[in-house]
């Protein structure tokens, strides 16, 4: 098994499961994908962004000797990700973790929303955790459990205006949440919401997070630090760990006291 990171809380039982999360190439879901491969899990990943996929898998074998099996995937095409969760299942065996963590929260007028910026925005955003449960649940059903983490967003909470088509399919993962919990309970399948707040990943500081921001972020968090990717990837394990066995069909918001 790799070496944890100084500090990092150590799950046996994710040792040797096979993981698959999309979005994994950069920011929350790269920190996962380490993360997952350092408790000494067989962790796969899609992504489109294939420099950073490489680099990451690149860095992780000469850092950890580790190597995640990165799969490029477009997840608006399903049926390209119905085979990359097969093809991921012949590399490391069934599938015992899920993590539906790719999104899109490119700001967008509510005046100047067109019908098909809309379809793609759910196309990317919601509909993607739906079918990589469905095609994924066989595969728990045959370990006797497994676990679902869907990332949502405190930004429909916020009652933000910028992009409300991402706030929709957020809003709209934690239904799909309880009504997937529900449907799978009896296969020990847990499916939970893991809702980061303002992480400061690259991508949130280069686009959106001027000093006026940075100010906000801070005077509505009770805990005034900088939610760091590691402070999601925390709880993800938790939720995907034998650990929390009795846990399904719940919300668990990590940032830092804002909602």
Same mark, same amino acid.
């Given at each position: 098994? @790799?070496?944890?990171?100084?500090?990092?809380?150590?799950y046996?039982?994710?040792?040797?499961?096979s993981? $698959?999360?999309?979005?994994?190439?950069t920011?929350?879901?790269?920190?996962?994908?380490?993360?997952?491969?350092?408790?000494?899990?067989? /962790?796969?990943?899609?992504?489109? !962004?294939?420099? @950073?996929?490489?680099? *990451?898998?690149?860095r992780? !074998? #000469?850092?950890h000797?580790?190597?995640?099996?990165y799969?490029?995937?477009d997840?608006?095409?399903? #049926?390209?990700l119905?085979?990359?969760i097969?093809?991921?299942?012949?590399a490391?065996?069934?599938?015992?973790? *899920?993590?539906n963590?790719?999104?899109?929260d490119t700001?967008?007028?509510?005046?100047?929303l067109? /019908?098909e910026?809309?379809? #793609?925005?759910?196309?990317?955003?919601?509909?993607?955790? $739906?079918?990589?449960?469905?095609? /994924?649940?066989?595969?728990m059903?045959r370990?006797?459990?497994?676990?679902?983490?869907?990332?949502?967003s405190?930004?429909?909470?916020?009652?933000?205006?910028?992009?409300?088509?991402?706030?929709?399919?957020?809003?709209?993962?934690?239904?799909?949440?309880?009504?997937?919990a529900?449907?799978?309970?009896?296969?020990?399948?847990?499916?939970?919401?893991?809702? @980061?707040?303002?992480?400061?990943?690259?991508?949130?500081?280069?686009?959106?997070?001027?000093?006026?921001?940075?100010?906000?972020?801070? !005077?509505?968090?009770?805990?005034?630090?900088?939610?760091? @990717?590691?402070?999601?990837?925390?709880?993800?394990? $938790?939720? !995907?760990?034998?650990?929390?066995?009795?846990?399904?069909?719940?919300?668990?918001? /990590?940032?830092?006291?804002?909602?």
């Open positions: 098994m @790799p070496t944890l990171l100084k500090g990092e809380t150590c046996p039982s994710l040792n040797g499961k993981v $698959f999360i999309t979005g994994g190439g920011s929350i879901g790269a920190a996962m994908v380490e993360r997952f491969c350092l408790q000494g899990a067989k /962790v796969a990943f899609v992504d489109i !962004a294939d420099e @950073p996929s490489r680099g *990451l898998c690149s992780l !074998a #000469e850092q000797q580790v190597t995640p099996l799969l490029h995937c997840i608006k095409d399903v #049926e390209a119905k085979d990359a097969s093809e991921a299942q012949k490391h065996g069934d599938i015992s973790v *899920l993590i963590n790719a999104a899109d700001r967008h007028d509510m005046d100047e067109t /019908v910026y809309w379809d #793609e925005r759910l196309a990317i955003n919601l509909r993607p955790c $739906f079918f990589s449960a469905q095609a /994924v649940a066989p595969q059903q370990q006797g459990g497994g676990s679902i983490i869907n990332l949502g405190i930004s429909w909470r916020l009652k933000q205006t910028c992009m409300p088509a991402y706030t929709t399919a957020k809003a709209g993962i934690e239904g799909l949440t309880r009504s997937l529900g449907q799978y309970g009896k296969d020990h399948i847990r499916v939970n919401t893991l809702i @980061p707040g303002w992480v400061m990943t690259p991508r949130q500081i280069s686009r959106w997070v001027n000093p006026d921001i940075a100010k906000e972020i801070q !005077a509505n968090q009770c805990i005034k630090e900088n939610l760091q @990717p590691d402070d999601i990837v925390n709880a993800a394990l $938790f939720l !995907a760990a034998d650990d929390s066995r009795m846990l399904t069909a719940q919300t668990l918001i /990590v940032d830092g006291g804002w909602v």
